[in-house]
C-alpha cells in the first residue's frame, strides 16, 4: 500500500522566491530521500500505466533520470533518455522549443525508438507543457507512438495538461495554487 496523495504532497519542500523572485519552487529531492515517500511516488506513478503495452519511458533530464528508470523498471519496460545539447555520444534528432524567455532545445539518440514502440514520457514536474510537448514531438519524429505522460507533480494552475491534450495525462501530485 503506498502514501496517500496529500501524505507525498507533505514530502514536497518548498522555496519562495527561487530560482528568481515571485516563483515558488516545487523542490521534489525531499520526497525523493524518504524511502517511503519515492517508493510510494513510483507506485503511484505505475498504477495508471500497469496492463497497457509500454515498450519504453522516455524521462527528460534531468530530473526524469531519476523517477524514469523507476518507473520503467516496474512496467517492465525500457528507459530512453532526452538530454540537452551536446550530452548524447551518437546521431541525434532535435526540437527546439520556446520558454517564457526564449527558447530551449532537446536531442533523443536518432535509433532509440522504432516506429510503432508504445512509449510514456515521464519527467519531475508539469508546469507550463513546454518541455513535455516537446519531448513528445522528438519521440513522434522517430514514428513512436505516446500514449501518454507521467509526472511526479502537476502545477494545475499553470494549465500545462492543455498542451498535452492528444496524450493521456497521469500525475501522482497536483497543486491547484
Known sequence: M??????????IRTIPDWPKPGILFYDITTLLADARGFHSLIEAMSDHWRGRTIDAVVGVEARGFIIGPALALNLNAGFIPVRKPA?????TEEVTY??????????????????GMQVL???????????????????RTLGADVVG???????????????LADVDVQSAVTFDS
Open 2 to 11: 503506498h502514501m496517500e496523495t496529500a501524505s507525498l504532497a507533505s514530502l
Open 87 to 91: 550530452k548524447l555520444p551518437w546521431r
Open 98 to 115: 520556446n520558454l517564457e524567455y526564449g527558447t530551449d532545445t532537446l536531442q533523443i539518440h536518432a535509433d532509440a525508438l522504432q516506429p
Open 121 to 139: 514520457v515521464c519527467d519531475d514536474l508539469l508546469a507550463t507543457g513546454g518541455t513535455a510537448a516537446a519531448t513528445i514531438e522528438l519521440c
Open 149 to 163: 505522460a507521467a509526472f511526479a507533480v502537476e502545477l494545475a494552475f499553470l494549465h500545462g495538461r492543455a498542451r
